[in-house]
């Protein structure tokens, strides 16, 4: 099975409300083309998932996050990071993937995924 990973990185609203939607685009046709999803936020991104900004693009890219981990999508994120924002507790809560950066970015070399980047 094929893999493509959307990483989401920068936490500008295009990037973040593009990514999120590019994934849950891809999600949508996934089984159909036999193709595994995964997502992965890192910096910014990974940040504005906890942020209490609240405006339209944040609680958008929120509720995008929190219903691609519903619908069965993996959702990665940092857990360096985690730990020295203290978000852990938050991102476990919303069904978040905890995963040392560098793990995830071998893992996916090694698995031929397609990575695409916002």
């Known amino acids: 099975m094929a893999k493509t990973v959307v990483f989401i ?10 990514g999120s939607h590019v994934a849950e685009r891809v999600r949508q046709v996934a089984d159909d083309v036999d193709l595994e999803l995964e997502v992965y936020c890192f910096g910014p991104a990974q940040a ?13 890219y929120r509720a995008q996050i929190d219903a691609l981990v519903a619908s069965g999508v993996r959702v990665g994120a940092c857990l360096n990071a985690a730990v020295a924002n203290e978000t852990e507790d938050e991102l476990r809560r919303r ?17 031929g995924a397609a990575v695409v980047s916002f």
């Open 9 to 18: 990185f920068h936490g500008d609203d295009a990037s973040l409300s593009a």
């Open 95 to 111: 069904g978040v993937t905890l995963e040392y950066a560098r793990d995830a970015f071998a893992r996916y070399g090694l698995e």
């Open 48 to 60: 504005a998932i906890t942020s209490p900004v609240d405006d339209e693009v944040h609680a958008e």
